[in-house]
Protein backbone atom coordinates (compact mmCIF):
# COMPACT_ATOMS: atom_id res chain seq x y z
CA UNK A 1 0.00 0.00 0.00
CA UNK A 2 1.64 3.25 -0.96
CA UNK A 3 1.41 6.19 1.63
CA UNK A 4 0.99 9.60 0.18
CA UNK A 5 3.75 12.12 -0.29
CA UNK A 6 4.30 14.28 2.61
CA UNK A 7 3.38 18.14 1.45
CA UNK A 8 6.90 19.70 0.26
CA UNK A 9 7.98 23.10 2.61
CA UNK A 10 11.58 23.26 1.22
CA UNK A 11 12.72 22.83 4.67
CA UNK A 12 14.00 19.86 6.46
CA UNK A 13 12.94 19.04 9.80
CA UNK A 14 13.97 20.43 12.52
CA UNK A 15 14.67 19.00 15.93
CA UNK A 16 15.44 22.29 17.86
CA UNK A 17 12.81 24.57 16.38
CA UNK A 18 10.01 25.63 18.34
CA UNK A 19 6.27 25.55 17.65
CA UNK A 20 5.55 29.13 18.75
CA UNK A 21 2.79 29.46 21.48
CA UNK A 22 2.32 31.78 24.56
CA UNK A 23 2.24 28.95 27.33
CA UNK A 24 5.10 29.65 29.03
CA UNK A 25 6.20 33.28 30.42
CA UNK A 26 9.81 32.74 28.33
CA UNK A 27 7.38 32.73 25.07
CA UNK A 28 5.53 35.56 26.32
CA UNK A 29 8.42 37.48 27.20
CA UNK A 30 9.41 37.06 23.20
CA UNK A 31 6.52 38.33 21.66
CA UNK A 32 6.09 41.49 24.03
CA UNK A 33 9.96 42.34 23.33
CA UNK A 34 9.19 41.56 19.66
CA UNK A 35 6.52 43.47 19.60
CA UNK A 36 8.47 46.62 21.38
CA UNK A 37 10.94 46.16 18.85
CA UNK A 38 8.62 45.89 15.87
CA UNK A 39 6.70 49.02 17.07
CA UNK A 40 9.59 51.01 18.48
CA UNK A 41 10.75 51.05 14.77
CA UNK A 42 7.89 51.61 13.25
CA UNK A 43 7.44 54.88 15.08
CA UNK A 44 11.32 56.36 14.93
CA UNK A 45 11.04 55.40 11.41
CA UNK A 46 8.20 56.48 10.11
CA UNK A 47 8.72 60.14 11.70
CA UNK A 48 12.60 60.27 10.05
CA UNK A 49 11.35 58.59 6.76
CA UNK A 50 8.37 60.93 6.02
CA UNK A 51 10.80 64.02 7.35
CA UNK A 52 13.40 62.92 4.71
CA UNK A 53 10.73 62.31 2.46
CA UNK A 54 9.17 65.63 1.98
CA UNK A 55 11.98 67.61 3.44
CA UNK A 56 15.44 66.36 2.05
CA UNK A 57 17.37 68.80 -0.52
CA UNK A 58 18.70 65.76 -2.50
CA UNK A 59 17.29 62.56 -4.10
CA UNK A 60 19.90 60.32 -2.41
CA UNK A 61 17.92 62.10 1.06
CA UNK A 62 14.52 61.25 -0.20
CA UNK A 63 15.11 58.08 -1.38
CA UNK A 64 16.54 57.35 1.95
CA UNK A 65 13.17 58.54 3.27
CA UNK A 66 11.42 56.36 0.80
CA UNK A 67 13.26 53.63 2.22
CA UNK A 68 12.61 54.05 5.80
CA UNK A 69 8.82 54.04 5.55
CA UNK A 70 8.82 51.08 3.71
CA UNK A 71 10.58 49.69 6.53
CA UNK A 72 8.26 50.98 8.90
CA UNK A 73 5.66 49.51 6.98
CA UNK A 74 6.67 46.34 6.83
CA UNK A 75 7.38 46.42 10.64
CA UNK A 76 4.49 47.36 11.11
CA UNK A 77 2.73 44.50 8.83
CA UNK A 78 5.34 42.12 11.29
CA UNK A 79 3.91 43.51 14.79
CA UNK A 80 0.33 42.58 13.22
CA UNK A 81 1.62 38.83 12.08
CA UNK A 82 3.53 38.41 15.54
CA UNK A 83 -0.10 37.54 17.10
CA UNK A 84 -1.28 34.92 14.27
CA UNK A 85 2.11 33.03 14.28
CA UNK A 86 2.01 32.94 18.16
CA UNK A 87 -1.87 32.68 18.57
CA UNK A 88 -4.06 32.18 15.58
CA UNK A 89 -1.93 30.07 12.98
CA UNK A 90 -4.09 31.16 10.81
CA UNK A 91 -1.62 32.17 8.02
CA UNK A 92 0.89 29.78 7.07
CA UNK A 93 3.00 32.26 6.73
CA UNK A 94 2.90 34.72 9.72
CA UNK A 95 6.32 34.00 10.49
CA UNK A 96 8.10 33.84 7.42
CA UNK A 97 6.39 37.67 7.44
CA UNK A 98 7.41 38.59 11.07
CA UNK A 99 11.46 36.85 10.15
CA UNK A 100 11.26 39.66 7.30
CA UNK A 101 10.23 42.51 9.34
CA UNK A 102 12.42 41.93 12.29
CA UNK A 103 15.51 41.69 10.01
CA UNK A 104 14.66 44.98 7.83
CA UNK A 105 14.44 46.25 11.43
CA UNK A 106 17.87 44.85 12.23
CA UNK A 107 19.52 46.56 8.82
CA UNK A 108 17.53 49.87 8.82
CA UNK A 109 18.38 50.32 12.93
CA UNK A 110 21.90 49.27 12.03
CA UNK A 111 22.35 51.53 9.46
CA UNK A 112 20.69 54.85 11.91
CA UNK A 113 23.29 53.42 14.57
CA UNK A 114 26.18 53.84 12.38
CA UNK A 115 24.98 57.35 11.20
CA UNK A 116 24.54 58.94 14.61
CA UNK A 117 27.65 57.26 16.07
CA UNK A 118 29.18 58.99 12.83
CA UNK A 119 28.03 62.29 12.71
CA UNK A 120 24.99 62.43 15.70
CA UNK A 121 24.88 64.60 19.23
CA UNK A 122 22.48 63.08 20.45
CA UNK A 123 23.30 60.61 23.19
CA UNK A 124 19.33 59.68 23.38
CA UNK A 125 19.17 58.51 20.02
CA UNK A 126 22.50 56.54 19.97
CA UNK A 127 21.19 54.78 23.22
CA UNK A 128 17.86 54.55 21.19
CA UNK A 129 19.24 52.74 18.18
CA UNK A 130 21.47 50.66 19.88
CA UNK A 131 18.48 49.07 22.19
CA UNK A 132 16.22 48.94 18.62
CA UNK A 133 19.74 46.80 16.97
CA UNK A 134 19.99 44.53 19.76
CA UNK A 135 16.46 43.77 20.33
CA UNK A 136 16.17 43.52 16.63
CA UNK A 137 19.26 40.84 16.50
CA UNK A 138 17.12 39.20 19.39
CA UNK A 139 14.25 39.04 17.61
CA UNK A 140 15.63 37.28 14.47
CA UNK A 141 17.20 34.57 16.37
CA UNK A 142 14.15 33.85 18.05
CA UNK A 143 11.70 33.95 15.49
CA UNK A 144 14.11 31.87 13.53
CA UNK A 145 14.30 29.22 15.85
CA UNK A 146 10.35 28.90 15.70
CA UNK A 147 8.83 27.14 12.95
CA UNK A 148 8.75 29.65 10.31
CA UNK A 149 7.56 28.10 7.09
CA UNK A 150 9.95 29.25 3.86
CA UNK A 151 8.27 28.25 0.55
CA UNK A 152 11.61 28.92 -1.30
CA UNK A 153 14.95 29.21 0.71
CA UNK A 154 17.51 30.11 -2.08
CA UNK A 155 14.90 32.65 -3.61
CA UNK A 156 14.06 34.26 -0.42
CA UNK A 157 17.97 34.10 0.89
CA UNK A 158 18.79 35.52 -2.55
CA UNK A 159 15.90 38.07 -2.00
CA UNK A 160 17.13 39.28 1.56
CA UNK A 161 20.41 39.62 0.51
CA UNK A 162 19.82 42.50 -2.90
CA UNK A 163 17.90 44.42 -0.29
CA UNK A 164 20.87 44.41 2.16
CA UNK A 165 22.63 45.61 -0.92
CA UNK A 166 20.78 48.12 -2.01
CA UNK A 167 20.53 49.30 1.20
CA UNK A 168 24.34 49.12 2.28
CA UNK A 169 25.01 50.77 -1.18
CA UNK A 170 22.47 53.78 -0.33
CA UNK A 171 24.06 54.30 2.80
CA UNK A 172 27.53 54.51 1.45
CA UNK A 173 26.77 56.47 -1.72
CA UNK A 174 24.84 59.48 0.59
CA UNK A 175 27.96 58.87 3.11
CA UNK A 176 30.88 58.13 1.47
CA UNK A 177 30.55 59.38 -2.46
CA UNK A 178 28.46 62.72 -2.41
CA UNK A 179 30.98 64.43 0.07
CA UNK A 180 33.42 63.65 -1.50
CA UNK A 181 32.71 63.91 -5.49
CA UNK A 182 34.00 66.29 -7.74
CA UNK A 183 31.98 69.89 -7.26
CA UNK A 184 31.82 72.43 -9.87
CA UNK A 185 32.08 76.06 -8.00
CA UNK A 186 30.90 79.50 -9.23
CA UNK A 187 33.31 81.98 -10.53
CA UNK A 188 34.08 85.55 -9.94
CA UNK A 189 36.12 87.67 -12.38
CA UNK A 190 37.45 91.49 -11.64
CA UNK A 191 37.19 94.10 -14.28
CA UNK A 192 38.81 97.10 -14.11
CA UNK A 193 37.51 100.28 -15.94
CA UNK A 194 39.37 103.18 -17.58
CA UNK A 195 40.17 105.87 -14.88
CA UNK A 196 38.14 109.13 -14.63
CA UNK A 197 39.69 112.36 -12.97
CA UNK A 198 37.57 114.91 -11.44
CA UNK A 199 36.64 118.07 -12.65
CA UNK A 200 38.95 120.11 -10.68
CA UNK A 201 41.56 117.49 -10.99
CA UNK A 202 42.60 116.64 -7.52
CA UNK A 203 41.22 113.51 -7.92
CA UNK A 204 40.43 110.23 -10.15
CA UNK A 205 38.08 107.28 -10.08
CA UNK A 206 38.57 103.93 -10.89
CA UNK A 207 35.06 101.83 -12.19
CA UNK A 208 35.88 98.18 -11.28
CA UNK A 209 32.95 95.40 -12.61
CA UNK A 210 32.58 92.57 -10.36
CA UNK A 211 31.01 89.26 -11.53
CA UNK A 212 29.86 85.88 -10.11
CA UNK A 213 28.52 83.64 -11.88
CA UNK A 214 27.18 79.58 -11.16
CA UNK A 215 27.54 77.34 -14.01
CA UNK A 216 27.03 74.44 -11.40
CA UNK A 217 23.78 72.41 -10.96
CA UNK A 218 22.94 73.92 -7.73
CA UNK A 219 22.30 77.00 -6.09
CA UNK A 220 24.56 79.11 -3.73
CA UNK A 221 23.91 80.79 -0.44
CA UNK A 222 25.92 83.84 0.11
CA UNK A 223 27.00 83.52 3.43
CA UNK A 224 30.01 86.74 3.47
CA UNK A 225 31.65 88.95 0.55
CA UNK A 226 34.54 91.36 0.21
CA UNK A 227 36.55 93.74 -2.10
CA UNK A 228 39.51 95.37 -1.31
CA UNK A 229 42.19 98.01 -2.93
CA UNK A 230 45.51 98.10 -2.21
CA UNK A 231 47.84 100.57 -2.59
CA UNK A 232 51.24 99.65 -3.64
CA UNK A 233 54.71 101.61 -3.68
CA UNK A 234 56.91 100.45 -6.66
CA UNK A 235 60.39 102.21 -7.08
CA UNK A 236 62.78 100.99 -9.44
CA UNK A 237 66.05 99.77 -8.67
CA UNK A 238 69.46 101.81 -10.51
CA UNK A 239 71.14 98.19 -10.21
CA UNK A 240 70.09 94.70 -10.02
CA UNK A 241 69.15 93.35 -6.85
CA UNK A 242 71.54 90.94 -4.42
CA UNK A 243 70.31 87.41 -3.61
CA UNK A 244 70.41 88.89 -0.17
CA UNK A 245 67.55 91.70 -0.77
CA UNK A 246 65.51 89.02 -2.37
CA UNK A 247 65.70 87.23 0.48
CA UNK A 248 64.54 90.41 2.62
CA UNK A 249 61.93 91.02 0.23
CA UNK A 250 60.56 86.91 0.74
CA UNK A 251 60.64 87.12 4.14
CA UNK A 252 59.05 90.21 4.83
CA UNK A 253 55.63 89.13 1.94
CA UNK A 254 55.47 86.42 4.22
CA UNK A 255 54.53 88.05 6.57
CA UNK A 256 51.90 90.13 4.89
CA UNK A 257 47.98 89.31 4.42
CA UNK A 258 46.68 87.95 1.24
CA UNK A 259 49.40 89.57 -0.96
CA UNK A 260 51.73 87.33 -3.20
CA UNK A 261 55.05 87.19 -2.51
CA UNK A 262 57.20 89.24 -5.38
CA UNK A 263 60.34 88.86 -6.28
CA UNK A 264 61.78 91.88 -9.07
CA UNK A 265 65.74 92.28 -10.01
CA UNK A 266 64.86 95.96 -10.20
CA UNK A 267 61.69 96.66 -8.46
CA UNK A 268 61.58 97.17 -4.75
CA UNK A 269 58.33 97.02 -3.60
CA UNK A 270 56.70 97.91 0.27
CA UNK A 271 53.60 95.88 1.48
CA UNK A 272 50.59 96.51 0.13
CA UNK A 273 48.17 99.38 2.02
CA UNK A 274 44.68 99.50 2.76
CA UNK A 275 42.58 101.62 0.52
CA UNK A 276 39.10 100.83 0.67
CA UNK A 277 37.63 97.57 1.64
CA UNK A 278 33.18 96.81 1.76
CA UNK A 279 31.07 93.78 0.46
CA UNK A 280 29.98 93.97 -2.58
CA UNK A 281 26.65 91.13 -2.08
CA UNK A 282 24.17 91.08 1.23
CA UNK A 283 24.55 88.31 3.13
CA UNK A 284 22.01 85.44 3.32
CA UNK A 285 21.28 86.37 -0.08
CA UNK A 286 21.50 83.42 -2.76
CA UNK A 287 22.52 82.74 -6.37
CA UNK A 288 20.63 80.16 -8.54
CA UNK A 289 22.10 77.38 -11.20
CA UNK A 290 22.86 79.39 -14.41
CA UNK A 291 22.52 82.76 -12.84
CA UNK A 292 25.20 85.86 -13.10
CA UNK A 293 25.16 88.71 -11.29
CA UNK A 294 27.24 91.83 -11.62
CA UNK A 295 28.50 95.03 -9.59
CA UNK A 296 30.29 98.24 -9.93
CA UNK A 297 32.62 99.54 -7.37
CA UNK A 298 34.14 103.03 -7.30
CA UNK A 299 37.28 103.70 -5.81
CA UNK A 300 38.40 107.55 -5.74
CA UNK A 301 42.17 108.34 -4.64
CA UNK A 302 43.93 111.85 -4.74
CA UNK A 303 45.91 112.51 -7.50
CA UNK A 304 48.95 113.36 -5.18
CA UNK A 305 48.67 109.71 -3.53
CA UNK A 306 51.82 108.59 -2.98
CA UNK A 307 51.21 105.01 -4.67
CA UNK A 308 52.41 103.96 -7.83
CA UNK A 309 50.21 100.93 -8.34
CA UNK A 310 46.59 99.60 -7.42
CA UNK A 311 45.71 95.86 -6.54
CA UNK A 312 42.28 94.93 -6.20
CA UNK A 313 40.94 91.77 -4.75
CA UNK A 314 37.12 90.03 -4.33
CA UNK A 315 36.41 86.97 -2.27
CA UNK A 316 33.05 85.57 -1.46
CA UNK A 317 32.07 82.78 1.23
CA UNK A 318 29.22 80.37 -0.34
CA UNK A 319 27.07 77.42 0.92
CA UNK A 320 25.32 74.66 -1.35
CA UNK A 321 21.71 74.96 -0.96
CA UNK A 322 21.55 70.71 -1.28
CA UNK A 323 23.47 70.83 1.82
CA UNK A 324 22.86 73.28 4.31
CA UNK A 325 19.41 75.20 4.79
CA UNK A 326 20.03 79.09 5.97
CA UNK A 327 17.57 80.67 8.44
CA UNK A 328 18.35 83.97 7.29
CA UNK A 329 19.43 86.78 8.10
CA UNK A 330 22.64 86.94 8.97
CA UNK A 331 22.68 88.92 11.97
CA UNK A 332 25.65 91.08 13.22
CA UNK A 333 26.55 90.09 16.98
CA UNK A 334 29.81 91.95 17.60
CA UNK A 335 33.38 94.31 16.96
CA UNK A 336 36.12 92.48 17.88
CA UNK A 337 36.96 96.50 19.54
CA UNK A 338 34.16 96.34 21.45
CA UNK A 339 34.18 93.23 23.54
CA UNK A 340 31.46 91.04 24.35
CA UNK A 341 30.88 87.55 22.92
CA UNK A 342 33.76 87.25 20.82
CA UNK A 343 36.19 84.05 20.27
CA UNK A 344 39.21 84.32 21.39
CA UNK A 345 41.37 83.68 18.26
CA UNK A 346 38.72 87.08 17.16
CA UNK A 347 40.20 89.25 20.20
CA UNK A 348 44.28 87.76 19.27
CA UNK A 349 43.44 89.07 15.99
CA UNK A 350 42.46 92.43 16.90
CA UNK A 351 45.67 92.50 19.33
CA UNK A 352 47.60 92.12 16.25
CA UNK A 353 45.77 94.87 14.49
CA UNK A 354 42.91 92.97 12.58
CA UNK A 355 39.51 94.27 13.63
CA UNK A 356 36.40 91.81 12.78
CA UNK A 357 33.05 91.84 12.39
CA UNK A 358 30.95 89.32 13.15
CA UNK A 359 28.01 87.85 11.97
CA UNK A 360 25.56 84.97 12.81
CA UNK A 361 22.32 82.85 11.70
CA UNK A 362 21.06 79.95 12.34
CA UNK A 363 21.59 77.05 9.88
CA UNK A 364 19.51 73.55 9.12
CA UNK A 365 20.51 70.38 8.14
CA UNK A 366 19.33 68.69 4.82
CA UNK A 367 17.65 65.74 6.39
CA UNK A 368 15.47 65.35 9.11
CA UNK A 369 17.80 62.34 10.58
CA UNK A 370 21.14 64.89 11.02
CA UNK A 371 18.62 67.65 11.81
CA UNK A 372 16.87 65.62 14.78
CA UNK A 373 20.39 63.75 15.78
CA UNK A 374 22.48 66.95 15.83
CA UNK A 375 22.85 69.67 17.94
CA UNK A 376 21.76 72.88 17.07
CA UNK A 377 24.00 74.71 14.31
CA UNK A 378 25.17 78.08 13.38
CA UNK A 379 26.97 79.63 10.82
CA UNK A 380 29.64 82.63 11.94
CA UNK A 381 30.51 84.92 9.58
CA UNK A 382 33.97 87.25 9.92
CA UNK A 383 34.49 90.08 8.44
CA UNK A 384 38.05 91.34 8.98
CA UNK A 385 40.10 94.38 7.96
CA UNK A 386 43.40 96.05 9.00
CA UNK A 387 46.28 98.39 7.35
CA UNK A 388 47.21 95.62 4.88
CA UNK A 389 44.06 94.16 4.14
CA UNK A 390 41.17 92.58 3.89
CA UNK A 391 39.15 89.17 4.39
CA UNK A 392 35.61 86.91 5.13
CA UNK A 393 36.44 83.48 7.02
CA UNK A 394 33.31 81.41 8.27
CA UNK A 395 32.79 78.75 10.55
CA UNK A 396 29.51 76.50 11.18
CA UNK A 397 29.64 75.22 14.88
CA UNK A 398 27.30 74.83 17.92
CA UNK A 399 26.07 78.15 19.85
CA UNK A 400 28.53 78.47 22.00
CA UNK A 401 31.23 75.52 21.34
CA UNK A 402 34.09 75.11 19.08
CA UNK A 403 35.07 79.05 18.62
CA UNK A 404 37.22 79.62 21.30
CA UNK A 405 40.12 77.72 19.33
CA UNK A 406 40.59 78.29 15.40
CA UNK A 407 39.31 75.58 13.08
CA UNK A 408 41.73 73.30 11.53
CA UNK A 409 42.32 72.39 8.36
CA UNK A 410 40.95 68.39 8.70
CA UNK A 411 37.66 70.37 10.51
CA UNK A 412 37.70 73.00 7.52
CA UNK A 413 37.11 70.22 5.22
CA UNK A 414 34.41 68.35 6.99
CA UNK A 415 32.91 71.71 6.87
CA UNK A 416 33.27 71.45 3.31
CA UNK A 417 31.92 68.23 2.87
CA UNK A 418 29.03 68.38 4.96
CA UNK A 419 27.67 72.19 4.54
CA UNK A 420 28.86 72.57 0.96
CA UNK A 421 30.97 75.53 2.22
CA UNK A 422 33.05 77.05 -0.81
CA UNK A 423 35.41 79.77 -1.05
CA UNK A 424 35.98 81.97 -4.72
CA UNK A 425 38.54 84.90 -4.96
CA UNK A 426 39.25 86.72 -7.85
CA UNK A 427 42.82 88.34 -7.76
CA UNK A 428 44.93 90.95 -7.81
CA UNK A 429 44.35 92.56 -10.40
CA UNK A 430 46.89 95.51 -10.77
CA UNK A 431 46.99 98.65 -12.65
CA UNK A 432 50.03 101.31 -12.45
CA UNK A 433 48.81 104.79 -11.96
CA UNK A 434 51.70 106.55 -13.56
CA UNK A 435 49.97 107.67 -16.77
CA UNK A 436 46.98 108.86 -14.21
CA UNK A 437 49.26 110.89 -12.44
CA UNK A 438 51.14 112.65 -15.24
CA UNK A 439 47.81 114.69 -15.92
Not at 236 to 252: C, G, M, T
Request: glycine content about 8%; hydrophobic content about 45%.
Amino acid sequence: MRTPDRQHTGLRPNPKVRRPSLNTWRSRLSVAVILLVLLGTTVLLSWFGLGCFIHALTFPGRLTGAVLIAVAFSALIAAGAVLDHWVRHGFQYSGLVVLIGVFAALMANAMLLLRTLRSGDSVTFQALFGALVAGSAWAVFAVWRTSVTIPAPKRMAAALVVSSVLAVANFAYQNLYLPNRHQVRPLITLSVGKALPSKDRKAFAVPIDITIQNPADVGFYVLGTEFHAMGERVRLSLRDRLRDEWRSDAQQWARSSGEINPLSRREIRQPGELMEAKPWILPGDWIEPGDSFTTRMVVQVPVDTPYDQMAFYATAKLARKDQIVLDPPINFVAASWRGGDVASWVKEQQKSGLDSLVYRARVHENNAIDENTRDPRFVFVYWTFGPHGAGVQTSVTREGAGRDEKISGQEQRELVSRYGLTDIAAGPVERTLWDIKRR
